[in-house]
C-alpha cells in the first residue's frame, strides 16, 4: 500500500509521523512524478490559497485531479478539505480546488486564530460507538455550511458562538476530509479509516466499518 | 471512549498557538506596509503577512524611537487578505501585545526589531489567546522565549540588511546545540541547562525528541530564493522576509519566487529555474558598517 503527503507546504511531517504509527511509510509528493503508484493521498493542513497556488505552478494540479478521478483515495485536513469540497466561499476568487466532495465550506469560518480552539467532538459509528468523541484541534478552521445528500457525517461538533453542532468530518466514497487536524493529536483512528478505505478500494469491496479503536 | 463528550471548547491552549505555526510550515511569511503590498504578498502565495508601518531597511534608515503599528494600518491590511496577519510588538512591551490581541491578529512578533520597551523582562505570553513568535539567536534564548509561552521561534539575524550571515549563525548555533544536547546524559543535561540558561525540563524534552517542542522558522536578511533554500536546508522550517522583497526591483515576482524556492527548497533545479531574471534585489549592508547589531536587543 503506497501513501503519499501532499508535501508543497503544511503539517507534512504531522501525517507522515501518523502514518508511521500505524505502519505505513508515507511518500512526500511535491512533483506528478511522485504519484506514480499511489493507491492514496493525504491533501494536510497548511494555507489553502498557498496550496492552491502551488499545484498550479508545480505542475500537480492536473494529473492529481486526474488521479482523483480515476479512484485515488484521498484525506483531506483543514486546508485538506478546503481543496476537496465543491463549493468554496470566503476564499480567493481564482482559487481552485478538485470539487469531489458535495459540501460547502467557508473558509475561516470559525473566525480568527483567537477563536481556534480544542474540543471533543462526537464522532458516528463509523468512528467509534455511541456516545464516543474525539479529541479534535481547529485552526482558523473551515466552517462546513452544507452537506450533500451522497455524503456520510462523521462527526460533529457545536460552538459556545453556534449552537447547532457542525459536520467536522465527512466521507464521500473515496474522498475523506476533516475541519479539524487529527494529525495534531495522538487519535489515529481517521487515518485508521483512510487506510481502510484505501485498502477496501484496492480490493474493490465496500468499506464496511473499521474497528472503532484509538 | 463512552462517557459523554466533553464539547467545551478551548481557545488559546498551547496546541492551538503552536497549531498555527505548525500550518505556516513550508511556507513565507511576508513584511507588508499597505494593503496593497498584503494583496501582492497573498498573490504571491505568502502564508501569512506581518504588518508593518515601515520594513526594517527603513527603520534602520530613519532612526529614531520604532512602535506597534497603527491599529487603522493592522485593520486595513487584515480586510484586504484572507491569510493570517501578524503584527510586532515592543520587547516587553505587554500593553502594546493587549492592543494587539484586542485587534485579534493571528500572530504577535514580540520583535527585537522594534525598540525595547523593558530592558530586564520580556512579556508574560502565557496569560494570552493569541499566540506568540519571538526571536533568538542561541538555543537558550529560544529555551527562555518558549519557557515564557512562545510557540513559535525565529532566528533573530540582522533585520533589514538583506545579508543572512547572521540568521546562519543563529541557525546553525540553535540547531548545532540541539544536535549536541541529544547527545548528552541525564547528568549533563543539568550542565547544559545551567549553561544555557534554560528550564531543565525544556532541556529534557530536546534531549529525548532531538528538536524544539515549538517550530523554528527563519528571519533577518533573507532576499533571495537560493537563500531560502540555504536556511531550510539548515533546519528552517518556514521564512520571514522581510525587506527582501519590497524593496526590490520587482515585488511581485520575486515574492513568488521566494515562495517556490520555499515550497522545493531541496530541488536545486527548481530553485534555479525560479531565480532567473528577477530583477535586482534588494542592495543590502556588510554588517561591519552597523552602528547599531537589532539582534542584540533581548536577552
Known sequence: MSIGVLALQGDVREHLGALAELDVEGRAVRAASDLRGLSGLILPGGESTTLSLLLGSSKLFEPLGEAIASGLVVFGTCAGLVLLANEVHGGRPDQRGFEVLDCSVLRNGYGRQSESFEAAVEVAPALGPEGASMPAVFIRAPLVERVGAGVEVLARAARPSDPEPRAVALRQGRVLASAFHPELTADRRLHRLFLAMVQSAATGCEVGVPVGVA | ?299
Open chain 2, 1 to 299: 471512549m463512552t462517557e459523554s463528550p466533553d464539547t467545551s471548547a478551548r481557545t488559546g491552549t498551547f496546541a492551538v498557538k503552536r497549531g498555527l505555526a505548525d500550518m505556516l510550515r513550508g511556507g513565507v511569511i511576508m513584511d507588508v506596509v499597505t494593503a496593497d503590498q498584503a494583496k501582492i504578498a497573498e498573490d504571491a502565495g505568502a502564508v501569512s503577512v506581518m504588518a508593518l508601518e515601515r520594513v526594517p531597511a527603513d527603520i534602520r534608515r530613519d532612526g529614531g524611537v520604532a512602535r506597534m503599528s497603527d491599529p487603522a494600518l493592522i485593520e486595513e491590511i487584515q480586510a484586504a487578505v484572507t491569510i493570517p496577519v501578524m503584527a510586532k510588538a515592543r520587547i516587553g512591551h505587554f500593553a502594546e501585545a493587549q492592543v494587539l490581541e484586542a485587534l485579534r491578529v493571528d500572530y504577535i512578533d514580540e520583535s527585537e526589531v522594534l525598540t525595547p520597551a523593558d530592558e530586564a523582562h520580556h512579556i508574560d505570553k502565557w496569560p494570552f489567546t493569541v499566540p506568540f513568535v519571538c526571536g533568538a539567536t542561541t538555543l537558550g534564548e529560544a529555551l527562555r522565549r518558549i519557557s515564557e509561552g512562545a510557540a513559535m521561534i525565529r532566528s533573530k539575524g540582522e533585520a533589514g540588511t538583506g545579508n543572512v550571515v547572521e540568521a546562519v549563525r543563529h541557525l546553525r548555533s540553535i540547531v548545532g546545540d540541539i544536535k549536541k544536547l541529544t547527545q548528552a546524559d541525564s547528568a549533563e543535561q543539568y550542565g547544559w541547562a545551567k549553561q544555557l540558561g534554560a528550564p531543565i525540563g525544556l532541556v529534557q524534552e530536546i534531549a529525548g525528541s532531538g528538536r524544539l517542542p515549538v517550530p523554528l522558522f527563519c528571519a533577518g536578511g533573507l532576499a533571495t530564493p537560493a537563500v531560502v533554500s540555504l536556511v531550510m536546508q539548515l533546519g528552517a522550517e518556514a521564512v520571514f522576509v522581510g525587506s527582501g522583497i519590497f524593496k526590490s526591483e520587482d515585488p511581485a515576482r520575486r515574492a513568488a519566487a521566494i515562495v517556490e524556492a520555499a515550497a522545493h527548497f531541496e530541488d536545486a533545479a527548481h530553485v534555479a529555474k525560479v531565480s532567473r531574471g528577477l530583477g535586482e534585489a534588494m542592495r543590502g549592508q556588510e554588517l561591519s558598517a552597523l552602528s547599531e547589531r537589532l539582534a542584540d536587543r533581548g536577552w
